[in-house]
């Protein structure tokens, strides 16, 4: 990776200017002029206030690193590893606490890393190869044999998705040939747009929340979002009880 390319190709996507990067990391414009054109090599902790300055995730905070030459500052673990097991229990913790409403932690390209029992409900109908772990969420939701045919405001609903999708772009462009041609707003609550799922319960009215988590300093951790499903109007709440009664029902060892 061509380093000067590189920081400037990420400074202009931000839309921030050579003398607000200058302000931001502490140093002159010309200095920063200078790096780009390739006239001054940065040291270490130059790159790494750039990289911070421009709020850049930390992968590509290590990808800058590597291409001025230095080594990465932050480590990439396996969420299966024993460094991360704080972290798959607190999910875990959080999943199970957040029922009887669906929740699922996705990665930073959206594959489904877990899910509560809840979850199943929203996924119930879906062809299986859409489903479950290792497989993409955004996908399950805009492709015709995933949740497509149930949700009742669609097109309204994958302009919200697809505009989480601009780093990645070929998923993007193939979820983008899903959706229909958008048509007027309707069914706002007045600060949200719900997500209309039509299920054996009813037509469930949710709301979504996304948690990171904000202190981490690895990549993998960094990249992980927690997805939480919320009750939109008393009979989504109702519900989804229901639901999560008929399940426990069914559950082995359950009378």
């Known amino acids: 990776m061509d380093f000067p390319g590189a920081l400037r190709e990420r400074r202009t996507r931000r839309r921030v200017s050579q003398l607000d990067l200058a302000l931001r990391a502490g140093t002159t414009q010309r200095h920063v002029s200078f790096i780009e054109s390739g006239r001054s090599v940065p040291g270490r902790n130059m790159v790494v206030r750039l990289a911070e300055s421009l709020e850049l995730p930390l992968r590509e905070r290590n990808e800058l690193l590597m291409a001025a030459g230095y080594a990465p500052l932050y480590t990439e673990s396996s969420l299966d590893g024993p460094d991360l097991a704080p972290v798959r229990t607190a999910l875990d913790h959080i999943l199970r606490g957040h029922l009887p409403y669906p929740a699922l932690v996705v990665d930073q390209g959206g594959g489904l890393v877990a899910a509560n029992t809840a ?71 007045g600060f949200a747009v719900p997500l209309r799922l039509r299920s054996p319960y009813g037509e469930l009215r949710l709301m979504t929340t996304v948690t990171t988590f904000a202190t981490a300093v690895d990549v993998t951790l960094a990249e992980l979002k927690l997805e939480a499903f919320l009750p939109a109007d008393p009979e989504t709440a109702e519900a989804l009880n229901k639901a999560a009664a008929a399940a426990a029902s069914r559950a082995p060892g359950t009378r």
């Open 119 to 189: 979850f199943d409900l929203i996924t119930e109908g879906a062809a299986a190869e859409l489903r479950g772990p290792g497989t993409n969420v955004y996908r399950l939701a805009l492709h015709p044999r995933g949740l497509a045919p149930r949700i009742g405001n669609l097109a309204e609903w994958a302009r919200h998705i697809l505009a989480r999708l601009g780093h990645l772009e070929e998923l993007r462009a193939e979820l983008a040939g899903y959706v229909p041609e958008p048509g007027p707003s309707d069914g706002l609550l």
